[in-house]
């Protein structure tokens, strides 16, 4: 995905630590080196709060076609990415969640079902996916994401016609 900064993705970090200059974000770099490393376009990354308020603003503030959230997505009462994205989703996508979780599953055991992992189309378009703030889960997520994003969003696009057949 080259070009204006509308075909590339954005990621945010969800964090209260960062927020408060405690600790490195690693799980954000590693979201960008993997999304540079398939040729996707990436504009960088911000640290927002975790409050709905901050992640919603992040949210409508995008001027990428893709965002990818990292943190939030525990069963934790703070936890609520997740919940903050579906709310303002036109469509969700659950089948990312579910292979997210399978392929957690295969690596970490049955603590992988406490992510709520997912992938939402918004009402303008953007493709935003949510995941959880650990390296390795962030790089996993990355990873199926970065499988599917230009046929997902060549869908999204579609209103009329054929599917077109593409290899990613």
């Known amino acids: 995905m ?3 900064n509308s075909n590339c993705i954005k990621v ?9 200059g405690r600790g490195v ?12 490393s398939k040729g996707y376009c990436t504009t960088g990354k911000e640290v927002v709060g975790n409050s709905y308020r901050d992640i919603l603003r ?16 525990g069963p934790s ?3 609520i990415t997740v919940d903050v994205v579906e709310s303002t989703a036109w469509r969700c996508l659950t089948g990312f969640g579910e292979l997210f979780r399978q392929l957690s599953y295969q690596k970490i055991g049955a ?4 992510s709520r992992a997912t992938l939402c189309i918004m009402h ?14 962030t790089k996993l997520g990355v ?7 230009n046929h997902l969003l060549e869908e999204v696009d579609r209103s009329e016609g054929p599917h077109k057949t593409t290899t990613n």
């Not at 949210?59 to 959230?69: A, I, T, Y």
């Not at 990873?143 to 994003?149: D, G, Q, S």
């Open 2 to 4: 080259n070009g204006s």
């Open 12 to 20: 945010v970090v969800v964090s209260d630590t960062l927020i408060a």
């Open 25 to 36: 974000d690693v799980s954000g770099e590693v979201a960008l080196s993997t999304l540079s």
């Open 58 to 73: 992040a949210l409508r503030n995008l001027k990428e076609r893709v965002v990818v959230f990292l943190g939030g997505t």
């Open 77 to 79: 009462p703070r936890d």
């Open 111 to 114: 603590r992988a079902i406490l």
């Open 124 to 137: 303008d378009g953007k493709a935003v996916a949510v995941l959880p703030g650990s390296p390795d889960a």
């Open 143 to 149: 990873e199926i994401l970065a499988e599917i994003l």
